[in-house]
């Protein structure tokens, strides 16, 4: 088991890992109201979805400044350089699924679906389902690294699988676009980038989960 891990064992109650939970938290907070916007936006319901996008973009910037703080904790820790640098890493990835859902509301909200086939916004709705289920067997991995690291491998596999899922989605939404007569270029285009960052938040979680394994087996 890695010096990391007992580091994790002994100190539970620190400052740098209660932050990274509440960093977790807002990650999976995000992609819930990802999909919660997007579902918004398909049923045209504008004032639901803009309201969602909001906490999304909230939920973002307090994780962003989270993740420095943890940093910043780390930086100051007994943790030896290398065992820093890995947790740093897991930190960075699991942000990037907090900004992936950023860009995602970015894009959505640049989009009118009156204008999109019913497919195609069933195919968005699909993949941010997705993503949803990856960001919380994430949050399960992480939060049994410490307890029980054989659990958090299982969660971290699941992730894994639960990606794939997602990698199907975005491939069937993209022979969707191709295959959908009279859509519109600038519609087109900016649902193949919705599609494409959504994708992104799901493939960041399967990242994480991959320094997670770094981080259990290392030692």
Do not use: C, W, Y
């Given at each position: 088991m890695s010096e990391l891990v007992k580091w994790f064992e002994k100190r539970r109650e620190s400052k740098?890992?209660?932050?990274?939970?509440?960093?977790?938290?807002?990650?999976?907070?995000?992609?819930?109201?990802?999909?919660?916007?997007?579902?918004?936006a398909v049923n045209l319901?504008?004032?639901?979805?803009?309201?969602?996008?909001?906490?999304?973009?909230?939920?973002?910037?307090?994780?962003?400044?989270?993740?420095?703080?943890?940093?910043?904790?780390?930086?100051?820790?007994?943790l030896p350089s290398t065992d820093r640098e890995d947790l740093m890493h897991l930190m960075k990835r699991v942000d990037m699924v907090a900004d992936s859902s950023r860009e995602s509301t970015r894009v959505l909200?640049?989009?009118?679906?009156?204008?999109?086939?019913?497919?195609?916004?069933?195919a968005a709705v699909k993949m941010a389902e997705g993503t949803k289920e990856c960001v919380t067997a994430l949050r399960r991995a992480i939060s049994r690294?410490?307890?029980?690291?054989?659990?958090?491998?299982?969660?971290?596999?699941?992730?894994?699988?639960?990606?794939?899922?997602?990698?199907?989605?975005?491939?069937?939404?993209?022979?969707?676009?191709?295959t959908e007569k009279g859509l519109a270029v600038g519609i087109a285009v900016l649902m193949n980038e919705l599609y494409g960052s959504i994708e992104t938040a799901a493939d960041w979680c399967e990242d994480a989960c991959d320094q997670l394994r770094v981080i259990i087996i290392r030692r």
């Open positions: 740098a890992m209660s932050i990274m939970q509440r960093h977790l938290a807002l990650t999976v907070t995000a992609v819930e109201d990802l999909e919660r916007a997007i579902k918004a319901n504008d004032k639901e979805a803009k309201a969602a996008i909001d906490r999304v973009i909230s939920s973002e910037r307090e994780a962003d400044k989270l993740r420095r703080l943890v940093m910043t904790e780390l930086a100051e820790g007994e909200s640049a989009i009118s679906m009156r204008d999109v086939p019913e497919s195609l916004r069933e690294m410490a307890e029980k690291p054989e659990e958090a491998l299982q969660a971290a596999d699941e992730v894994e699988r639960l990606e794939e899922k997602v990698d199907d989605l975005f491939e069937k939404s993209r022979q969707l676009l191709g």
